[in-house]
Structures are given as structure tokens and as C-alpha cells.
């Protein structure tokens, strides 16, 4: 039983190849008469890097929010590690690594300071020198967090999450807003940490981003999986056709651009 | 333990960094009290420094409790951070347990000072009943913080909650007496039905030797009970 033992043990975090990281079956989510995810079910192995990907409203973040315990599903059964997210948050929160999108910390603390806040969370907190330095936030260590430029935000952000030393780690629109070189950065980071035997499960945006990194990926559309699988057995001829042709709605040969003079109504039309 | 520890002092380093905060708050009633203190009019045969003494102190737990407190709650929901804490193992109430632990803190300090502003600086005697004074002390900044508690739970964004913490200065300070001093009867009578209305009398009461009137302290328990318990049916963290 991959965790079952406690996560102080993760030290001897291997990527146990048969073992499974998180476990989503049959999921349901509804707000008020609003169904937000329906009957999502996927599986992620230890050590695999998963994505996530989806148009907005798909139910991406809801399900990301279903696994990391800050809601609890309808129906629907999920394990994280073996554990699950409402009855055992506590041990989860310990092995669980979480960045959020659009989170942010406050003005005048500074990076060092947040890095040592956060590991005093932890049982067994990661160095934070040494992350500071994988992050390369070294030289940043006494600025205050309003002072950083999108992409050392980002980057701080991610050390947060890491500085637990989590068996999984959830990472939410990690690249959005980062230039191509700090997109790039980060994605050599993303490969880093995943060879150090952290399980990934990224959402994403970006299909270039989930074709580079994903083992596997999902495609949401209306709260539901619309293709589950390697990026390259989907993508025909890449991910990104493979995304539009199944999430947009509008009559092939109609592109949603400014030009277009219906935009509006196209748009409106959309289910939310 | 430790969790609360850090984030008490991370609290307390943040608010060390707010010089604005750390003037309307401390520096503030300090010299509100000195300009008081140079004036030689009387009111009914006492100086005015000792009259607003109290009038001081009750400002500074809404200095603190009322004006700062809802800011920084709505300001860290809007910001993201009290979900963020919610995936880590300290969760989001601890960091709010984490500035009702450095407010009370603070205001219990800036209290100290402005008493020895009015000792040393004018001779006003210390509080000649000072286990009744502390008690009314502590329990005026409960409520005035568990009311900023309560603003900071219902107010969307840190604008709306700075906006109502505003609306709700002047009631609360007028009725303190902060711009009259001597009310008339009937306002007064209104007043002491007030958080601070009640504290001032009660503190003064105290400052001259009595025991403050049980009416004010349950005034101010039930209003510090009333605001905690509404603000922990009504948080809301995202």
C-alpha cells in the first residue's frame, strides 16, 4: 500500500512503479443547480508527471480543489497516497505540496522569511538554502515579496510548495505570465523535481507545456473527461488540435479572434 | 505551538513595518493626549489630559481591533493567502489566532505608554483600582477586536472592509466622547450602552478608585462574545 506507512518515511520516496499517487473515481461536483465536474475518474501513478488541461470552466479547478481537501466532492471517492483528503487532512497536508494559482503572500515579507514560515509548518521541512538556490532566489533572499518580478514570484511560489519535501505536488497555472525563458526555467525545474521522485499533477493552459512535460494528460470539457492518455497518442497532429477540436464549441472554420465580428455572440452562446 | 509561534512573530514583523499603522495607533494617542495635556482649561474642575485618558485608550482599540484587523483579514482572503495556508499543515485559522494574539499585544502596549505619557508628562495618577482598569482594559480591546473579527469576516475585499471600519469609527468614538467630552445627559445615557461609551466610564471609574459598574463589563462581554460568535458563524475564508 503506497502510503500507508507514515509520510515521515518518504525519505525512502522511490518511484514505485506500481504504485498509485492519487486515485479520483467517479467524482461529482455541483454548485447550486450548477454541475461544476461529473463523473471524473483518473488515476496517477507515483513519480508521474499528470496534466490537468481544460478551458476555463471546464471543472479543472474544482477537481484540483476536490484532491487537495479544500472542497469536499458530492459523490465520488479520492485518495491521495492512500489517504483520504477530508478524513485524513492532516497527514495529507503533510505530504502534499500545493501552488495555487493567483496566490499571493504579503508585500513586506521577504523571501527568507516565507521560506523559514513555511517550513516551520512542516515535520521534516526541505533545506531552504538549497532550495533557494534550485529556485535561483539566493540573491533574493532579503526582498520583500511585493518588490519580485512575476517570474520570482512564480518561482517562490513553487518553493513553498516543495519546502514540506511532498510526495506529490499540485501545481496550478505554474507558467502563466512567465516570459518564454522563465517558462522554460520552469519546466527544467518541474523535470528536476520530478526526478528527485515527486509525483506532478500540473494544470495547464498551455499545450506545448503538456506536451514537454506530461506523461499523461486529461482533457476536460464541461466537467467531464474528454480524452485521457499520452500527449502523443492524442495529439493529432499536436495536443493543441487535439484540445480545440474537442473543447470548442464554435462551427469548424470559425476562429475566435477579435477580428471575427460575431465574437461576442459566439462567446456568449458558450455554455459557461 | 510552533506554527503559531512563527506566524505570530511573522504577524508581529509585518506590523513592525506598517509605520502608519504603528502612528495612528501608538504614536498617535500619545500625542493626542500630550496636546491635552499642554492646555490648562478644566472641565468642572478637571484638566482635560485626565479626561481623556480614557478617551485615549478606548481609541486605540479601534485603532488597532476595529480599523486594523478587518484590513488585514480581507486583504489576506483577497490575496489568496488564507486558501494557500488551507493546503498547508497550518490552515488558515491560525494565522487569523496569529494577529488577535499580536492586536491585543500591541494595544495592551500603546496602553502602558499612554499611561506613563499622562504620569510622567502631566501627573496624572495611575489608576488607583488597576486590576478593575486592566479588566476593562482587556475586555474593551476583546471586543473592539472581536468586532474588527466580525467586519473582516463579512467584508469581500480589504477597500469594503477599510470602508465599514470607517463608518463604524465615528459612532464608536463619538460615543467614547473623542469630540465631546462632557455629553449631554441623554447621550450619555445612550452611550454607556455602547462598547466604548461603556469603556470610558468604566475606565474612569476605575482610575478614580471604583470598581467599574458590572453594567459596562457586560456590556462589553456580551458585545465581544455576540461579535466573535458571528464572526465565526459568518467567516469566510475564500
Redesign the interface.
Known amino acids: 500500500m503506497p502510503g500507508a506507512g507514515p509520510p515521515g518515511e518518504a525519505a525512502g520516496m522511490t518511484m514505485n512503479a506500481c504504485s498509485t499517487a492519487i486515485e479520483v473515481d467517479r467524482l461529482r461536483k455541483r454548485y447550486g443547480r450548477k454541475v461544476a465536474v461529473d463523473d471524473v475518474s483518473f488515476t496517477v501513478a507515483a513519480g508521474e508527471i499528470f496534466g490537468l488541461l481544460g478551458r476555463n470552466g471546464a471543472g479543472k479547478s474544482t477537481t484540483v480543489d476536490c484532491i487537495v481537501g479544500l472542497r469536499t466532492p458530492d459523490q465520488g471517492r479520492i485518495r491521495i497516497a492512500g489517504l483520504d483528503p477530508r478524513r485524513d487532512r492532516r497527514e495529507l497536508r503533510q505530504l502534499l505540496g500545493v501552488q495555487l494559482q493567483e496566490s499571493q503572500l504579503p508585500d513586506k515579507l521577504t523571501v527568507a522569511e516565507a521560506m523559514r514560515l513555511y517550513a516551520s509548518f512542516y515535520r521534516r521541512p526541505a533545506d531552504t538554502e538549497r532550495l533557494l538556490a534550485m529556485l535561483d532566489l539566493t540573491d533574493k533572499r532579503n526582498t520583500r515579496y511585493r518588490k519580485l518580478s512575476g517570474g520570482q514570484k512564480q518561482r517562490l511560489s513553487i518553493a513553498l510548495a516543495l519546502i514540506g519535501r511532498p510526495r506529490i505536488a499540485v501545481l496550478d497555472e505554474l507558467t502563466t505570465g512567465l516570459d518564454p525563458v522563465a517558462r522554460r526555467d520552469a519546466w527544467r525545474l518541474i523535470e528536476d523535481i520530478r526526478n528527485s521522485g515527486v509525483t506532478i499533477l500540473l494544470i495547464t493552459h498551455f499545450m506545448t507545456e503538456a506536451e514537454r512535460l506530461c506523461d499523461r494528460v486529461a482533457i476536460m470539457r464541461d466537467g467531464q473527461i474528454a480524452a485521457l492518455g499520452r500527449p502523443a497518442a492524442l495529439g493529432t497532429p499536436t495536443l493543441e488540435d487535439t484540445f480545440v477540436a474537442l473543447t470548442d464549441r464554435v462551427p469548424a472554420g470559425l476562429t475566435l479572434t477579435d477580428e471575427t465580428p460575431d465574437n461576442q455572440t459566439l462567446t456568449d452562446r458558450r455554455p459557461r | 505551538m510552533?506554527?503559531l509561534r512563527?506566524?505570530t512573530l511573522?504577524e508581529a514583523?509585518?506590523l513592525l513595518?506598517?509605520p502608519l499603522a504603528f502612528f495612528w495607533g501608538v504614536a498617535f494617542p500619545m500625542v493626542l493626549l500630550t496636546v491635552m495635556g499642554l492646555s490648562a482649561s478644566k472641565i468642572d474642575g478637571v484638566s482635560l489630559v485626565a479626561i481623556y485618558e480614557p478617551i485615549v485608550i478606548a481609541f486605540i482599540s479601534v485603532a488597532f481591533g476595529v480599523q486594523g484587523i478587518p484590513v488585514q483579514i480581507a486583504g489576506?482572503r483577497q490575496?489568496?493567502?488564507l486558501?494557500?495556508l488551507?493546503?498547508?499543515?497550518?490552515g488558515p485559522a491560525r494565522v487569523i489566532g496569529a494577529q488577535l494574539i499580536v492586536s491585543l499585544a500591541v494595544i495592551l502596549i500603546a496602553t502602558v505608554g499612554v499611561l506613563a505619557v499622562g504620569r510622567l508628562g502631566f501627573g496624572v495618577p495611575l489608576p488607583r483600582q488597576p486590576a478593575g482598569f486592566a479588566l476593562v482594559v482587556v475586555l474593551s480591546a476583546a471586543a473592539m477586536v472581536a468586532l474588527g473579527l466580525l467586519i473582516g469576516a463579512l467584508a469581500p475585499t480589504a477597500r469594503s472592509a477599510g470602508a465599514a471600519a470607517t463608518v463604524l469609527f465615528f459612532p464608536l468614538m463619538y460615543f467614547a466622547g473623542l469630540w465631546t467630552p462632557q455629553m449631554s445627559a441623554s447621550a450619555r445615557h445612550i452611550g454607556q450602552f455602547t462598547p466604548l461609551g461603556a469603556t470610558t466610564q468604566a475606565l474612569g471609574d476605575s482610575m478614580a478608585g471604583g470598581w467599574p459598574h458590572p453594567a459596562a463589563l457586560a456590556v462589553l462581554g456580551v458585545c465581544a462574545i455576540a461579535c466573535a460568535g458571528l464572526a465565526a458563524r459568518f467567516f469566510r475564508w475564500e
Open positions: 510552533k506554527m512563527m506566524l511573522t514583523r509585518l513595518r506598517e489576506y490575496g489568496r493567502i486558501r494557500r488551507a493546503t498547508t499543515p497550518a
